[in-house]
T-cell receptor, first 114, second 113 residues
């Protein structure tokens, strides 16, 4: 069966520091991968998605970037964190890019920028 | 453009009573629709999905949803609430482009004794 991992689970970082969040998927090949952010009391916002190694699409302009160095690894990064980067970051995967596709979410990373 | 509207930001029910979480969609074509549940500080778990097959969809934990095209609705129901159902519920539609999902703003379900 497929599993998705995220780490760290929680992170507290000072403003201006770098960020690296990691997401890995097991039990499948060539997944579509996604990064979402959930701000306090709000819905989910799609940040990035990837349909293959080295292929990244950005949904909103921001202080963050994403990379996919391996088929089942998706990394979210920042060179200098802002207060507004605080939130709950969720990684997700899906297999198909069709109408009936389902996305499966990881456990999330709680990021607090102070 | 697709959109999803969850009509209630907060719903409170007593344990053992029915649950109704309302969702309306807006789409130029028949969408794929999902309900996800999120417990505090956890990821999202898929409850059920509609993909143009049967209009009444049964999901996990006794939840079900009915797709009503005439009303553009996809309400989530459960006959009897349990304390463990207390969580945030998201109605989600699928755009069909690179699997982009459109999320509703969520409904927080509170279950009281």
């Amino acid at each position: 069966s497929q599993t998705i991992h995220q780490w760290p689970a929680t992170l507290v970082q000072p403003v201006g520091s770098p960020l690296s969040l990691e997401c890995t998927v097991e039990g499948t090949s060539n997944p579509n991968l996604y990064w979402y952010r959930q701000a306090a009391g709000r819905g989910l916002q799609l940040l990035f998605y990837s349909v293959g190694i080295g292929q990244i699409s950005s949904e909103v302009p921001q202080n963050l970037s994403a990379s996919r160095p391996q088929d089942r690894q998706f990394i979210l990064s920042s060179k200098k964190l802002l207060l507004s980067d605080s939130g709950f970051y969720l990684c997700a995967w899906s297999l198909l890019a069709g109408v009936a596709d389902t996305q499966y979410f990881g456990p999330g990373t709680r990021l607090t920028v102070l | 453009a697709q959109s999803v509207t969850q009509l209630d930001s907060h719903v409170s029910v007593s344990e053992g009573t029915p649950v109704l979480l309302r969702c309306n969609y807006s789409s130029s074509y028949s969408p794929s629709l999902f309900w996800y549940v999120q417990h505090p500080n956890k990821g999202l778990q898929l409850l059920l999905k509609y993909t143009s097959a049967a209009t009444l969809v049964k999901g996990i934990n006794g939840f079900e949803a009915e797709f009503k095209k005439s009303e553009t609705s996809f309400h989530l129901t459960k006959p009897s609430a349990h304390m463990s159902d207390a969580a945030e519920y998201f109605c989600v539609s699928h755009t069909g482009t690179a699997s982009k999902l459109t999320f509703g703003t969520g409904t927080r379900l509170q279950v009281t004794l």
